[in-house]
Structures are given as C-alpha cells and as structure tokens.
C-alpha cells in the first residue's frame, strides 16, 4: 500500500482501471432485479412503519424464519417487536446496498441480528469463478458490521458466525473456521457481540445432520429451535 501511495495520483488510477488493483466485490454494494428488488422495497415500507425492536438481518437461512422457522418465531420473536429482513442468495455487497438504500430507516431496534457471508465464499454456478477469497469476505462482513453502526448507532449488533456447511472434511468447513476466527475480533465487547453456535447443529463426529439441515446449508424446523435455544442467553441479555 505505502508503494501505491507513492505513485502519481494518474498513474495509480490508471492502474486501477487495468485491474492491476482488483477491487473486492464483497464491499461493492449493489442491487439485484425482479423478486429480490420487490422484497427490498416490501421491507422498506415495512421499516417505515416503524416498531421493529429486533432486526434480523442476513440470506436465505434468515428467511427462512418465515418458513421452516416460522412456529418457532411466533413465540420467541414475534412478541419481542421482531423484523425478518432475510432475502434468499444475499452477499455482504447485497446487504450494503440495501442499508444504503432505504430499508434501516426510520427504525432504530434495540439489537439487530446479523447472519451473512456464506453466499460469498464458494464458486459462481455458470462460469465456476471464485466468488470472493476468504480475507475478501472477511473484510466484506466487516463492512457490514461498520455500515450497520454509521446507520443505526444506538442498536447493538449480535453478529453470528457462519454457520456450518457441507460434509465433513470439506475445503468450505476449514475456510469457514478461518472466516469466524477473524469475525470474532470484531467483538468489542460493548455495542458490537460475536456468538459462534455452529457446533450446535453438528454431530459429535462433526457431521450435519439432514435433520437439521436437509441440504446441508438451509435450516429444518429442528434446526431454527436449535439456532433459537443457542441465541437466547446472549439475545435475552442483549434486549435489556
């Protein structure tokens, strides 16, 4: 970085549009069309109504509240003024542009949940390009966490670990510890709460279950009782 500094401001950007200096898509935010735009613009008149005490805020797995999870979220979060603002293939970048554009205003909940980054890691379905590095969704989550405290300053964040995915002994299950290590850091211990429950949903020989996750990345009603009961002591605590 101190090399690039030293270049001629024309130079440096030139370098930069040759892709010299690759940009990190995870903290480029941007939209999506179709279904995905109307959810977004459904939870912004939501958040303009106001009301919401508990954010969650994340992928398809925190959709899925309003699915599998949905009797489980009926008494443990709808009495507590809570909001499911999950959209299914979301990325860090997803999440940015949304916080950008509309669906944080107006609200200010006491604690917001946050579950994103599992659709960054992996590989692009029609040309099988790496989506993003591990320190590329790292520092995409991480731009989350800091968009969420510049909008919503008063509301603490209860920032969950990655859960686990896929076989045992996958690539993805080691990528992830790395991921959650350094996501652990952003813990400050005061507005800003870490809590890692993925050992919840395994086996003791560190298999998934397809009772808990069927596809071995998407929740069973099994599974949301068990992401509730781990979450409570630290979300209970965060409410007061």
Request: glycine share 10%; proline share 5%.
């Amino acid at each position: 970085m101190k090399e690039i500094l030293r270049l001629p401001a024309i130079l440096a950007i030139a370098l930069s549009t040759c892709g010299v200096f690759a940009q990190n898509s995870a903290v480029q935010p941007v939209s999506k069309e179709g279904k995905w735009l109307e959810r977004h613009e459904s939870l912004t008149a939501q958040a303009q109504q106001g009301g919401i005490d508990l954010l969650f805020l994340g992928d398809s797995i925190t959709y899925g509240w309003q699915t599998e999870g949905q009797a489980v979220w009926q008494e443990r979060y709808a009495p507590r003024h809570a909001a499911n603002f999950g959209i299914g293939g979301d990325r860090t970048q997803h999440i940015l542009w949304r916080i950008q554009n509309g669906e944080l205003d107006g609200i200010k909940p006491k604690v917001v949940v946050l579950k994103i980054g599992t659709n960054n890691r992996g590989q692009e379905k029609d040309t099988g390009k790496v989506r993003n590095t591990t320190p590329e969704v790292i520092e995409g989550v991480t731009a989350v966490v800091k968009a969420l405290r510049a909008k919503l300053p008063n509301s603490k964040i209860l920032l969950l670990a990655i859960f686990p995915r896929g076989e045992k002994g996958e690539p993805s299950r080691e990528q992830l510890l790395v991921i959650n290590s350094a996501l652990a850091k952003l813990d400050n211990g005061k507005r800003v709460k870490f809590l890692d429950i993925g050992s919840k949903f395994l086996e003791p020989d560190g298999t998934l279950s397809k009772a808990i996750m069927p596809d071995l990345i998407h929740l069973s009603k099994k599974g949301y009782q068990i992401w509730a009961d781990a979450m409570e002591p630290t979300l209970a605590a965060m409410l007061k």
